[in-house]
């Protein structure tokens, strides 16, 4: 008798999981590929084994498969027999146990400090009005500052910053709180900005408008600068700063946050708490800029370093 397991796991998916169909596709395959393999094996889903699954893997190793589609596999694998077993159809998940492979954690695409800076002046000089420029260098100055989220940036609220604070309020996923240190420079563009907001929003209320809640307004149906204007905006600035915009976006500029900081000897768990991640892991990405300063330490100072 032939199983027929992969359909009603697929239509499963779909209608519990709203599973799109890229992934059902995916998935599709993956389990149609580890059939044919039991099958050379005269084996069936219902008994195969722990080492079945195992020696499919290795098999797709050898093929020269990569991490992600070697790790998406045994990801289906283990869904289709976590629902045999729902079903009834198996007593145990053969998969369960077993540890995929470790993906590669590529290192964050970053700026130099000197790329920062050009941005930083660029935004000075970018947009078609003084209250555009005026905008645009506050955004940069604040991002960099604090190494928010573009989403956090651009629905700030200006509560957040009148009274000329010290440290700013975020509010960022699973709506947690975190207080982050402003900069000079970032205060005395969050101050120039305000100027300017304020005057904006005066005429807004002249002319029978409600004021808006955003430091950076826009038109949006969210009320407040969109994250594809401003994604837009920051390749604008990186012309005009004579920096590449492929290597320019919001998140290089977070990330250069975090490595100048770690560079200039900031603690991992205080950047971890700056930038709003939950688990220091998350935070361990950039300790790449350590291993290159220990590097450039021992080169320097040991005394076998010359020979």
């Not at 991490?67 to 369960?96: C, H, K, M, V």
């Not at 078609?128 to 940036?153: F, I, P, W």
Request: net charge positive; glycine share 4%.
């Amino acid at each position: 008798m032939t199983e027929n397991w992969i359909e009603p796991f697929l239509e499963a998916m779909f209608a519990e999981q709203d599973a799109s169909e890229n992934t059902l596709k995916s998935y599709s395959a993956d389990l149609v590929a580890f059939k044919a393999y039991l099958g050379t094996l005269n084996i069936r889903f219902s008994s195969a084994t722990r080492a079945d699954v195992e020696s499919f893997l290795v098999s797709l190793e050898t093929k020269g498969l990569a991490e992600s589609t070697r790790a998406r596999r045994l990801s289906a694998i283990r869904q289709l027999y976590r629902f045999a077993f729902e079903e009834g159809w198996r007593q145990d998940n053969p998969a369960a146990q077993i540890r995929g492979p470790r993906k590669k954690r590529h290192l964050p695409k970053t700026l130099s400090e000197d790329e920062v800076d050009r941005l930083l002046v660029a935004a000075t000089q970018t947009g078609r009005t003084e209250h555009d420029r005026l905008r645009n260098s506050c955004l940069m100055q604040v991002l960099y500052a604090t190494g928010m989220r573009v989403s956090e940036l651009v629905s700030l609220p200006t509560a957040a910053v009148r009274g000329n604070p010290d440290m700013l309020l975020i509010r960022g996923k699973g709506d947690k709180e975190r207080m982050v240190p402003l900069s000079p420079p970032a205060k005395m563009a969050i101050a120039a900005w305000l100027r300017a907001w304020d005057a904006e929003q005066e005429l807004a209320r002249k002319n029978g408008k409600e004021p808006s809640r955003f430091l950076f307004p826009s038109g949006s149906k969210l009320g407040h600068l969109t994250r594809i204007r401003f994604y837009t905006l920051v390749k604008e600035i990186a012309v005009i700063a004579a920096v590449s915009p492929d290597t320019v976006t919001p998140h290089t500029l977070r990330h250069a946050f975090a490595t100048h900081l770690l560079a200039g000897g900031a603690d991992l768990r205080v950047i971890q708490m700056l930038l709003g991640h939950a688990d220091v892991a998350t935070t361990e990405i950039y300790t790449h800029v350590l291993d290159e300063r220990l590097k450039e330490l021992v080169m320097t100072h040991h005394p076998l370093a010359e020979k």
